[in-house]
């Protein structure tokens, strides 16, 4: 019943910005935290940035600074703002229950990997 949809992805020069949205079908936002992840090719896909419930945050250090992530659970929607991107950032970016919030959801989040959104960061 959980499906999610991201978002907002594109290409992008250097030290530009890009605002990524992933939508929720299911009841899986309002009581558990969310995450985005990225792969890049030939590379292991990262949690690059969390968000409780409560709304506390996390973030990897190679984006600390540059990227937020926010919530707004009446829309169902959670939100990554990438600001100052690097060629670095360039990958396929997804939204998934983290594997630390041990619930329902976090028990199944293998069956919720969505197709993803690509950002290409070059100039």
């Known amino acids: 019943q959980v499906q999610l949809v991201e978002s907002g992805g594109g290409l992008v020069q250097p030290g530009g910005s890009l605002r990524l949205s992933c939508a929720a079908s299911?009841?899986?936002?309002?009581?558990?935290?969310m995450g985005w992840y990225r792969q890049a090719p030939g590379k292991q896909r990262e949690l690059v940035a969390s968000?409780?419930?409560?709304?506390?945050?996390n973030y990897a250090d190679s984006v600390k600074g540059r990227f937020t992530i926010s919530r707004d659970n009446a829309k169902n929607t959670v939100y990554l703002q990438m600001d100052s991107l690097k060629p670095e950032d360039t990958a396929v970016y997804y939204c998934?229950?983290?594997?630390?919030?041990?619930?329902?959801?976090?028990?199944?989040?293998?069956?919720?990997w969505g197709q993803g959104t690509q950002v290409t960061v070059s100039s």
């Open positions: 299911g009841s899986i936002f309002s009581r558990n935290a």
């Open positions: 968000i409780t419930s409560g709304g506390s945050t």
């Open positions: 998934n229950v983290p594997s630390y919030s041990g619930s329902y959801y976090a028990n199944r989040r293998k069956d919720y």
